[in-house]
């Protein structure tokens, strides 16, 4: 499957039609939005807090659909053998779209195979460890992994999955190596850090600022090109002087060859969504980051993280 974005659009403006005048388009049966990951996790409230803001704006049923397995690709691989008519839409961003691709071979090219719809949320990646351990500081870490190279012990949501290539480049731009132990999910990732288990673990923000309050765990830095607003005094990696730079993302996409009405269509009602007051408020509530970017741009950017990964792990 190859795409061809704006193929129509282009024509439209050749001929001075406007695209939304002449290329009307309203969905005439429900939308799935399918979710690679099971019901309850931090990707599925996306989905359903962004469904949810955005129902008003279709005169057509929204439906969540969980396909989960592999890391989110078992859904990726289902949504890219799906007719690009915008009836089938996959939330993207994550481990499926940046990271796992460049682990192991994957049923579809996501740069290939899919167009971005919108960017709807980032969620920050924050480095932990326990409130007693030794380690203070990445450089702390740094120089404890150097004297003992393969001692240290980290969590990750999966081998694979964006957590553990986060680890990866991290230990590729510091010089270090550390032992990896993947588990399933985030919470049973904070649940090895909190028993003792690992020494050092990755989870969101939610999540690592419940424990920091509850005075159990320290961040020691985050992933973002810029410092967290929940966690104003946590430095990036960068600041900290490690140029690694991964978000995890979250947004729609659909498979490749979308007429561009049907694009400007599903672009242009799901970001009224994200600009909602009612978007705004469940997202604060689910500790969800607003970041929206059109689908072009989310796409330059899945392409940024994946690549980045790319380089780390050859």
């Known amino acids: 499957m ?22 009307a388009w309203e969905p005439e049966k429900p939308i799935e939005i399918v979710v690679g990951f099971s019901a309850g996790g931090g990707t599925d409230v996306m ?6 803001a955005a129902q008003d704006e279709f005169p057509v049923p929204l439906v969540i659909v969980n396909r989960a397995g592999a890391s989110g690709v078992s859904a990726a691989e289902y949504v890219a053998r799906q007719p690009a008519d915008g009836y089938t839409l996959l939330v993207t961003g994550g481990s499926e779209s940046t990271s796992v691709p460049n682990h192991r071979e994957v049923g579809y090219d996501i740069s290939e195979d899919f167009q971005g719809i919108l960017r709807a949320v980032r969620m920050r990646i924050v480095l932990l460890v326990r409130e007693d351990s030794e380690i203070a500081s990445v450089e702390d870490l740094v120089a404890q992994a150097k004297d003992a190279p393969g001692e240290i012990v980290y969590a990750s949501s999966g081998a694979g999955s964006l957590y553990h290539s986060t680890m990866l480049a991290f230990g590729d731009e510091a010089g270090i190596d550390m032992a990896h132990v993947p588990f399933k999910g985030g919470a049973e990732t904070m649940v090895a850090l909190l028993g003792g288990h690992v020494d050092v673990a990755l989870a969101s923000p939610d999540e690592a600022q419940r ?11 985050v992933t973002s090109d810029d410092r967290f607003p929940g966690l104003p005094d946590v430095p990036t990696l960068q600041e900290a002087g490690y140029d690694v730079y991964i978000d995890n993302m979250k947004g729609l ?31 604060e509530k689910s500790g969800l980051e607003i970041s929206y970017l059109d689908g072009p741009s989310f796409d330059a950017q899945i392409d940024k993280m994946s690549n980045a990964i790319g380089k780390a792990l050859d």
């Open 2 to 23: 190859k795409r061809f974005k704006h193929t129509v659009g282009t024509l439209c403006l050749a001929l001075g039609l406007t695209g939304t005048a002449a290329l």
């Open 47 to 52: 989905a359903r807090t962004l469904a949810t």
């Open 211 to 221: 424990q920091i309050e509850a005075g159990k765990v320290r961040a020691l830095a």
């Open 253 to 283: 996409s659909a498979p490749a060859g979308l007429p561009d009405d049907v694009y400007e269509y599903l672009n242009s009602r799901f970001a009224e969504a994200v600009k909602s007051t009612e978007f705004v408020k469940l997202a």
